[in-house]
């Protein structure tokens, strides 16, 4: 139900590993086979994953307001239940810091009003129209690597940043290839 939308799983080290091992084929392939003593179907299953947890098993590690009750064994056994090739297939880690209450209603920028928003993503969208009528290709994640080269290739700088980057967080080639396959930033470039 989440295909071309987002997959939200909050909690998320407290799902089971079958749950984890059944999202592996939409992630990679990007639909589910369905198989039964009938017959099997498939269907596409392309989405943007977002999982969701407290940095341990409390939820106040780090949180300067509230000691942290959490023994550091607790705290790795209760991250590692997110499994390491799911968090090779995260393409971004956010952490979220506690925010006090008067900065909730605190007075801050005046936010975009949805029409400008949304006119912004449809031109963004339109830009790359022509493939669509040329290749049957909608967004850039349906790109094969071939035309993500012709259309999406990275120049000098771009390559030598994502190079560095692979080196200095260790990020495999699964990592590499979704970044350059999803389009997405890594969000720790900013730290070279």
Known sequence: MAHTGVLFLGESPEFRR??????????????VVLT??????????????????????????????????CTPQQIRRYRSRLLGP????????????????????????????????????????????????EEG???????KPRQRKRYCGLDGPSQSLLERSKTKLGLSARAHERILHDGQDYYRFSEL
């Open 137 to 143: 290709i909608h967004t850039n994640v349906q790109l």
């Open 86 to 133: 799911f968090q090779d297939r995260l393409d971004i880690h956010i952490e979220v810091p506690p925010v006090a209450v008067g900065e909730l209603h605190g007075k801050g920028s005046v936010p975009e009003h949805s029409e400008w928003i949304r006119d912004r993503m449809l031109a963004a969208r339109a830009r790359p129209s022509h493939r669509s009528r």
């Open 18 to 31: 079958p749950v984890w091992d059944g999202l592996r084929q939409p992630l990679e392939d990007g639909h």
């Open 36 to 69: 039964r003593a009938s017959g099997s179907l498939r269907y596409p299953a392309r989405f943007m994953l977002v999982a969701a947890m407290n940095p341990c098993p409390c939820g106040y590690y780090g949180d300067p307001a509230r000691d942290c009750l």
